[in-house]
């Protein structure tokens, strides 16, 4: 069964950087995949803030156009997120799947926690 792995997550301050990382174990079909990453602030429901297809075409949630970039190496079946100057309105655990969801009969894995404090 495929399992999505998400890392890098960590306490920033605002301003800072941070690169997550998702690692999908176990595909063979992960190049042909549109990945997405999405995150969850408390009390607030899940958003997709950034996707790439398997030509690499990016889109990007307005609120985070110009500062997250997402890209992927098909190699290594990786999807990463360059995540920069931070607000606090970034903090939530970060999450990524494929789009539609589960399209690897993956379930969504455990995230990866953003804190942007000062």
């Not at 899940?46 to 985070?64: N, P, Q």
């Not at 607000?87 to 990866?112: H, L």
Request: aromatic share 10%.
């Amino acid at each position: 069964q495929v399992q999505l792995v998400e890392s890098g997550g960590g306490l920033v301050q605002p301003g800072g950087s941070l690169r997550l990382s998702c690692a999908a174990s176990g595909s063979r079909f992960f190049s042909i995949r549109t990945m997405g990453w999405y995150r969850q602030a408390p009390g607030k429901q899940r958003e997709l803030v950034a996707h790439i297809i398997s030509g690499g075409l990016t889109t990007y949630v307005d609120s985070v156009k110009g500062r997250f970039t997402i890209s992927r190496d098909n190699a290594r079946n990786t999807v990463y997120l360059q995540m920069n100057n931070l607000k606090p309105e970034d903090t939530a655990v970060y999450f990524c799947n494929t789009i539609p969801n589960g399209a690897f009969g993956n379930s969504w894995g455990q995230g990866t926690q953003v804190t942007v404090s000062s």
